[in-house]
Antibody, heavy 122, light 108 residues
């Protein structure tokens, strides 16, 4: 069974940092791209960024407004992806989901984690 | 950046009725990289359609997708009680990938 489990969310002050984890199981993690998507309460989905597999040189991409503050990485030996968030702002408050894309579903996001809540507040 | 616009914002229908949801893009992209997701309150999104018209695993055939270029449509042929939710389109052809703002399908 494919599973993605996010962790690391919580309350952080403006200007602070937080590192989210996404632990994967049930599929070949090393061959999959991992994406992060966030959703503020009552709002729509916002693509944060993605990291490709080793075969694609672990290429990363980010939403334009986030790329200077957010960094995605992965450790294939631990089947885990990470989202490092720096200089956090109030507007970064959201549920953060990790999701994978796979060729079997045309590279769309076929499995999602349950999300982890990040609250930026003083 | 490709901006996706979804209409209507809210669709109020009765169970058994047909739902037609629209997703329009600010510029053309490959239909291979258009997906639809369903999201219910308190849950993560679920993939319904990829490649504009291919159903994901275990998605019932009352869900269908069509379109190309800048205009895409999700159709639910006969609404079941579990279909009342928010639906998002997404393009993953051109970086940054983007989602539409969503269409809520509400019970009338």
């Amino acid at each position: 069974e494919v599973q993605l489990v996010e962790s690391g969310g919580g309350l952080v002050q403006p200007g602070g940092s937080l590192k989210l984890s996404c632990a994967a199981s049930g599929f070949t993690f090393s061959g999959s791209a991992i994406h992060w998507v966030r959703q503020a309460s009552g709002k729509g989905l916002e693509w944060v960024g993605r990291i490709k597999s080793k075969a694609a040189d672990y290429a990363t991409a980010y939403a334009a407004s986030l790329k200077d503050r957010f960094t995605i990485s992965r450790d294939d030996t631990k089947n885990t992806a990470y989202l490092q968030m720096n200089s956090l702002k109030d507007e970064d408050t959201a549920e953060y989901y990790c999701t994978r894309s796979h060729v079997d579903n045309g590279w769309a996001y076929d499995f999602w984690g349950q999300g982890t809540l990040v609250t930026v507040s003083s | 950046e490709i901006v996706l616009t979804q209409s209507p914002g809210t669709l109020s229908l009765c169970p058994g009725e047909r739902a037609t949801l629209s997703c329009r893009a600010s510029q053309s992209f490959s239909r291979r990289f258009l997906a639809w997701y369903q999201q219910k309150p308190g849950q993560a999104p679920r993939l319904l359609i990829y490649g504009a018209s291919s159903r994901a695993t275990d998605i019932p055939d009352r869900f269908s997708g069509s379109g190309s270029g800048t205009d895409f449509t999700l159709t639910i042929s006969r609404l079941e009680p579990e279909d009342f939710a928010v639906y998002y389109c997404q393009q993953y052809d051109d970086l940054p990938f983007t989602f539409g703002p969503g269409t809520e399908v509400a019970i009338k």
